[in-house]
């Protein structure tokens, strides 16, 4: 799978990871030692994340119906948590530096292709 920000024409990741089981969804990146460039978890649906027990810090999008970005959090370091976002369908964990090294902004449009 690959993440496209179809408004800024730039790939966000090209090794992607999709959630859907309860399961999935609530290990996400735990027990990860690292986060490559390039990689992404999609955690559907999800409209919040916690970083309880992560090693390291990444980037956060949050997703709503229509593929737009609803918020976008930089850097999200270990043992927080971010707000809830109602109007998310789905969040996008990236490895940190992802967003501000593509120029990703809120009110952006994703493409995920399978």
Do not use: W
């Amino acid at each position: 799978m690959k993440i496209i920000n179809t408004t800024k024409n730039v790939t966000l990741a090209d090794n992607v990871i999709l959630t859907q089981t309860t399961l999935a969804r609530l290990r996400g990146l735990l027990f990860r030692k690292e986060f490559r460039k390039g990689e992404a978890l999609i955690i559907k649906p999800c409209n919040s994340i916690h970083m309880f027990f992560m090693s390291f810090p990444i980037d956060v999008i949050f997703v709503d119906s229509n593929d737009r970005i609803v918020k976008i959090h930089k850097g999200i370091k270990p043992f927080r948590a971010t707000p809830v976002y109602f109007k998310s369908k789905f969040a996008i964990e990236l490895p940190a530096g992802t967003l501000e090294g593509t120029n990703t902004t809120e009110s952006d449009t994703l493409t995920v292709i399978p």
